[in-house]
């Protein structure tokens, strides 16, 4: 089988400017994103920043890409609004997007969701835990009932999102919020799955828990490959029959 072409993007700016946070993740969040997918093989990963050319997401980047996985927080206006968008027609028209912590209020994410993508939060170290509610969803396999994340940044409804096609993660915190935090829609052809946990400040995206659930999100989001609708002016199924010769067929 071919393997699945990722692409972990990171805007990568509280690494490079913080020491504190450098010290959780020296080469950077979208390295330890990678480092984990590469350990379940069937992915081909590469990894992008906001500092490159275009981001890091030309048009010929984005098209050998299956899934792009998004990282950002500080630096959501920095990517131009003509690339967020490039980014957002390439998952309509297939690429999966695994958009995870912060990144609910990137442009991409937002320019899919249609709505603000807003909700409460706390830097506060609170406990959080992560309920399997859907547990035949692929994304949920291999995983416990629930995982716990000892500290984690508290985000808290309501999440300013559609309410998505399937829901599988809710988290409880410590502080007495719950939250919407693992999210799955389809828009267009493309597949999209929001993953809450992953504030930079926490090494949790070193957890084999968490990077089961990234390597299973890439793997649901990746392209169908089906077929291309055709949309437009067409013939009406009555005018497409009356063109097949049916001469020659068989009646008993
Ligand atoms: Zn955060």
Redesign the pocket.
């Known amino acids: 089988m071919e393997k699945i072409r990722v692409l972990v993007w990171n805007e990568y700016i509280h690494e490079t400017e913080s020491e504190e946070i450098r010290r959780v993740y020296p080469n950077g969040i979208h390295t330890a994103i990678a480092e984990g997918l590469l350990g379940f093989g069937g992915f081909e990963v590469k990894t992008a920043t906001l500092d490159m050319p275009e981001c890091g997401l030309d048009e010929q980047t984005l098209q050998s890409t299956d899934v792009l996985v998004w990282w950002s927080?500080v630096a959501h206006a920095r990517v131009p609004d003509e690339i967020a968008e490039r980014v957002r027609k390439r998952v309509l028209d297939g690429m999966g997007f695994v958009a995870l912590?912060?990144s609910h209020l990137c442009k991409p994410f937002v320019g899919l969701m249609g709505t603000c993508c807003r909700s409460k939060?706390r830097?506060n170290d609170e406990k959080e835990r992560i309920w399997v509610i859907e547990p035949a969803h692929p994304i949920a396999q291999n995983l416990p009932e629930y995982i716990e994340l000892a500290e984690e940044?508290t985000y808290g409804e309501r999440f300013e999102i559609p309410t998505p096609d399937e829901l599988v993660f809710v988290s409880w915190f410590s502080g007495g919020e719950v939250f919407r935090s693992g999210c799955c829609w389809k828009r267009g052809l493309g597949k999209i799955f929001y993953f809450r946990p992953g504030?930079?400040a926490y090494p949790t995206y070193y957890r084999d828990d968490i990077r089961q659930i990234l390597a299973n999100a890439v793997y649901w989001a990746r392209p169908s490959h089906g077929p291309t609708p055709t949309l437009g002016n067409v013939k009406t199924p009555y005018e497409t029959i009356r063109l097949v010769d049916h001469s020659n067929e068989y009646h008993p």
């Open positions: 927080h912590h912060s939060w830097e940044e504030h930079e």
